[in-house]
Nanobody, 128 residues
Framework: QVQLVESGGGLVQAGDSLRLSCAAS????????MAWFRQAPGKERDVVAT????????YYSDSVKGRFTISRDNAKNTVSLQMNSLKPEDTAVYYC?????????????????????WGQGTQVTVSS
């Protein structure tokens, strides 16, 4: 099993940037598709971005495309989410998630139920 620990959340102003990191342990990191989800109060947990095992393929939700960048370092067992031009509607708890996959370039897993492993979440609050 893999354990995931997020860091980097905080309170920022609209237009600012934040970088979230997720450190993985206890498994073969390169065997997992990684993703970031977010959940605002009273709302469902929605996908933000996903990245293939190789890091060569990524997916972004329409709401963050062009502003957020997901990346991974398989040597360091980490996945990151660079968030630029933050908006108040980006306020949520952000979760790192992992699931195993047979093929290194598969990346299109966008439903929370498709992921087996989750971090504890990190709060991101964007003030207007």
């Amino acid at each position: 099993q893999v354990q995931l620990v997020e860091s980097g959340g905080g309170l920022v102003q609209a237009g600012d940037s934040l970088r979230l990191s997720c450190a993985a342990s206890g498994g073969t990191f390169s065997a997992y598709v990684m993703a970031w989800f977010r959940q605002a109060p009273g709302k469902e947990r929605d996908v933000v971005a996903t990245i293939s095992r190789s890091g060569g393929n990524t997916y972004y939700s329409d709401s963050v495309k062009g502003r957020f960048t997901i990346s991974r370092d398989n040597a360091k067992n980490t996945v990151s989410l660079q968030m630029n031009s933050l908006k108040p509607e980006d306020t949520a708890v952000y979760y790192c998630a992992a699931r195993s996959a047979s093929y290194i370039d598969v990346y299109y897993y966008t439903a929370a139920r498709e992921y087996n492993y989750w971090g504890q979440g990190t709060q991101v609050t964007v003030s207007s």
